[in-house]
């Protein structure tokens, strides 16, 4: 306390001592794909990374960082030039290498179409990890990375561990990833048991972090029926499907170079989460939402159609009369009740990532009552702040999430064993994904006459 040497008011500040919760980011993805290192075309800001800093994650805050760091006008102009060389170039091994080297070029382009979809639609933060062999397909074991060391980061998936602020992965170029690429006329087709591998791994990533969703799309050039097939023999009853999610079909766009072509809607569909998360909140289904720098669709749905997809927890992207192109599904893979629905499964690592990490000073203080209480304090209102913006149902907070951690769940072989227990129990609310209206013709009375 500060000593008064004269007549006056003095005022001390104390601590409260209460402890709040505070909501983590629920819209951050990160991307992986093929990068490739060119020596920049004309002036720009940051220099290109190196091989060693494009393999590990890197984060990037607007579509310029991202073109600058890692040479995506270098690569279209390489693109362009490796077209011209195409159509003047003559048949044999000069042609079959000239071909090589532009589709090699336009893979790396699918990764920027996937970051620029993301800031297009609203996304604000991105990470992205690079392969940097664009020409050679990628291992399961490739996706997952090295062991990291003082001058050798982590890299793949295992890089992403040390990210916790990522909440959904993509890998745009992943169909790429299951073949070298070809200077053949017709290159081979994607590998589809080598691309459900790489899913694989990707799916085990977020569902050993618990904070974070794969957004993945089914094989190019796929009719509904080939989507079906694909999907058939993937498990519906694990706890990754929960973390899971499939969209259908690919998106025709304009070209970040301005040259048309089709792709993986992931980095689109990641902007669109993060737009529906800073509008509504990360309990909003991510849906009935446009899609924007986009041409078209490739296949057209119809009710039927989608019904069948959507039954298989495929996500389809629909055009409507006067409404343009939406996304029109908010499944995840799951077929348990709990966690059938997308928002619902984003909501809950939100909440539960967040009281993690506003809990760490609970942390070797002493483990009485006192600390329950304080605890139970600061769940509860943070929980009561999210009932408050509609994440959980109910008329009351009572109704909507329980807290305990008292002496009934922390009794004295758990304090022994140096353990808190708090049970919560939320719940969460649920899209009206099918509305459905009665109408009831009734009989209108005559008129009466006098």
Known sequence: MT??????????????????????????????????????????????????????????????????????????????????????????????KTRLGMRVAERCMILAEAVYGFFANGGSTCYVVGFIDPAKKVAPTGVDGLEGSADRPLKGLDGLQTVPEVSMVAVPGLWDMTTDASGEPNPPKPAVAQGKLLIGKVVKHCTDMRNRVGIFEPPPDQKPSGVETFISDQPTQRADAAYTTYYYPWLHVPGVDGVGRTVPPCGHIAGVWARTDAERGVFKAPANQNLRGVLDVPVLLTDLAQGRLNDKGINCLRVFPGQGLLVWGARTRSKERDWVYLNVRRLVCFLAESIRLSSTWAVFEPNDDRLWASLRHSVTSFLT????????????????????????NNIASTIDAGKVICDIGVAPVRPAEFVHFQITQIAGEPARTG
């Open 385 to 408: 702040d999210q009932w408050r913006q509609g994440a959980l149902l109910g008329r009351t907070p009572e109704e909507a999430f329980y807290v305990i951690c008292d002496r009934t």
């Open 3 to 96: 000593t008064a040497k004269a007549p006056g008011v003095y005022i001390t500040e104390r601590p409260s001592g209460v402890r709040t919760i505070t909501g983590v980011s629920t819209s951050v993805p990160a991307f992986l794909g093929y990068t490739k290192r060119l020596t920049p075309s004309g002036e720009q800001t940051l220099p290109p990374f190196t091989d060693a800093e494009r393999q590990a994650p890197q984060r990037m805050d607007s579509w310029r960082e991202f073109t600058e760091r890692y040479n995506i006008t270098a690569v279209a102009a390489e693109l362009v030039q490796k077209k011209a060389e195409l159509a003047t170039a003559e048949e044999g091994e000069a042609r079959k």
